[in-house]
């Protein structure tokens, strides 16, 4: 008697579940521009004046896509190969994650890796209700949506940065599946 009354409420609480993904119209809203993004600089004691002139000129010499992070181990320095950048991740926390992890493997001993740089979008404010990488932000923004069909998803994995789009909520988790994510899940859906 308690498991069917269970499974019946889950069950009427589905829609209500899936009616929390904001369409591509709201998303659009709660976005991000996609017109460049801002390296902000994290000093760390270890980096000296020239380490963060080159740091600063980062946006010059390479197209960096938000939410982007780079991490550096304080034994080894900013020139070490242990210097990893995570980039084009949909939250700052998952790109920071994704930079120190890389680092901490590569890097040969000593101190763990801190984070010297993030990729922010323009204006940038912390407590949206929906951040995207810059990639998926464009797809969500421009015709790529609306071409994936009338019932168009996007799905993203919160860790890896991957996204993909489809014609149905299943449909768009397969594409973001396909790029090797295990996490995908719904973030945008018509």
Same mark, same amino acid.
């Given at each position: 008697?308690?498991?069917?009354? $269970?499974?019946?409420?889950?069950?009427?609480?589905?829609?209500?579940?899936?009616?929390?993904?904001?369409?591509?119209? &709201?998303?659009?809203?709660?976005? /991000?521009?996609?017109?460049? &993004?801002?390296?902000?600089?994290?000093?760390?004691?270890?980096?000296?004046?020239?380490?963060?002139?080159?740091?600063? !000129?980062?946006?010059?010499?390479?197209? $960096?896509?938000?939410?982007? &992070?780079?991490?550096?181990?304080?034994?080894?320095?900013?020139?070490?190969?242990?210097?990893?950048? @995570? /980039? =084009?991740?949909?939250?700052?926390?998952?790109?920071?994650?994704?930079?120190?992890?890389?680092?901490?493997?590569?890097?040969?001993?000593?101190?763990?890796?801190?984070?010297?740089?993030?990729?922010?979008?323009?204006?940038?404010?912390?407590?949206?209700?929906?951040?995207?990488?810059?990639?998926?932000?464009?797809?969500?923004?421009?015709?790529?949506?609306?071409? %994936?069909?009338?019932?168009? %998803?996007?799905?993203?994995?919160?860790?890896?940065?991957?996204?993909?789009?489809? =014609?149905?909520?299943?449909? @768009?988790? &397969?594409?973001?599946?396909?790029?090797?994510?295990?996490?995908?899940?719904?973030?945008?859906? !018509?």
């Amino acid at each position: 008697m308690i498991r069917s009354a $269970l499974i019946a409420l889950m069950l009427t609480s589905m829609p209500t579940l899936a009616q929390q993904v904001p369409d591509q119209s &709201a998303a659009k809203r709660l976005l /991000f521009g996609t017109r460049g &993004a801002t390296v902000q600089i994290v000093a760390q004691p270890f980096l000296s004046q020239a380490d963060i002139a080159t740091l600063g !000129q980062m946006p010059k010499v390479a197209q $960096l896509d938000y939410y982007g &992070a780079m991490a550096a181990a304080p034994s080894e320095g900013l020139q070490s190969e242990a210097t990893r950048g @995570a /980039f =084009n991740y949909h939250t700052i926390e998952a790109a920071r994650a994704a930079a120190v992890e890389g680092c901490n493997a590569a890097r040969a001993g000593g101190p763990a890796c801190v984070i010297i740089a993030e990729i922010l979008p323009r204006q940038y404010q912390t407590g949206r209700a929906l951040t995207l990488s810059q990639a998926a932000t464009k797809a969500v923004d421009g015709r790529d949506f609306g071409r %994936a069909g009338r019932e168009a %998803a996007l799905a993203i994995s919160p860790t890896t940065g991957a996204w993909g789009l489809g =014609n149905g909520r299943a449909a @768009a988790v &397969a594409a973001c599946a396909a790029k090797g994510a295990r996490d995908c899940e719904v973030a945008v859906a !018509q």
